[in-house]
């Protein structure tokens, strides 16, 4: 299948600071990525849509100046968690889609960011 | 009612049994329907997709799709201690192309 990377794959930072996690298509364009957010024992949330270009369609609740997206490549999309807080700590992940529209998506390796 | 269900488990076979998971889904316009594989804190991996009523069988995953009752079956044969995982069913839903995810049905395979 297509890889998608996910960087960091772990990041530990103080509450109120930002913390960026990029993911990347590296062998196909990824017109569509979709980023989640998993609590432990819960299922995959969809926080947003992200299309190239374009700004991020984000799902109810999910507060978009919080998680700032941006999807300026077909190849990189980038979320952004401002003024974390320890309730933000979570599993993060990244998934993409290639172009032409293929309907199987690829995860990244997902990031662990814990909040202290 | 939640979009896409699953019985949260743990679901125990012995090894080499059959495991059968399942999942049912409220949007009659869903499209496509796939099963993930998660190992404790991993990411998800694709195991197969189906998008056509019937079975689908690749390896010793067969997937089972009845559009008219809803639901989505994973069988897994032969099963073995490293498939015990954390099962995720997806659906797509029509006209959107997002992915909604069922909470995931825990397998543990004994040995």
């Known amino acids: 299948g297509a890889v998608v990377s996910q960087h960091p794959s772990r990041v530990i930072c103080k509450s109120g600071t930002s913390v960026k996690i990029e993911c990347r298509s590296l062998d196909f364009q990824a017109t569509t990525m979709f980023w989640y957010r998993q609590f432990p024992k819960q299922s995959l949330m969809l926080m947003a849509t992200s299309n190239e270009g374009s700004k991020a369609t984000y799902e109810q609740g999910v507060e978009k100046d919080k998680f700032l997206i941006n999807h300026a490549s077909l190849t990189l999309s980038t979320l952004t968690v401002t003024s974390a807080h320890p309730e933000d700590s979570s599993f993060y992940i990244c998934?993409?889609?290639?172009?032409?529209?293929?309907?199987?998506?690829?995860f990244g390796q997902g990031t662990r960011l814990t909040v202290v | 009612q939640k979009e896409v269900e699953q019985n949260s488990g743990p679901l125990s076979v012995p090894e080499g049994a059959i495991a059968s998971l399942n999942c049912t889904y409220s949007?009659?316009?869903?499209?496509?329907f796939f099963w993930y594989r998660q190992y404790s804190g991993k990411s998800p991996e694709l195991i197969m997709f189906?998008?056509?009523?019937g079975d689908k069988e690749d390896g010793r995953f067969t997937a089972q799709l009845n559009k008219a009752s809803q639901y989505v079956s994973l069988l897994i044969r032969d099963s073995q201690p490293s498939d015990s995982a954390t099962y995720l069913c997806?659906?797509?839903?029509?006209?959107?192309?997002?992915?909604?995810f069922g909470t995931g049905t825990r397998l543990k395979v004994l040995a």
């Open positions: 949007d009659r316009g869903s499209q496509s």
């Open positions: 189906i998008y056509s009523n």
């Open positions: 998934s993409a889609r290639s172009v032409p529209q293929n309907t199987e998506a690829f």
């Open positions: 997806a659906v797509t839903t029509s006209g959107t192309y997002k992915y909604i």
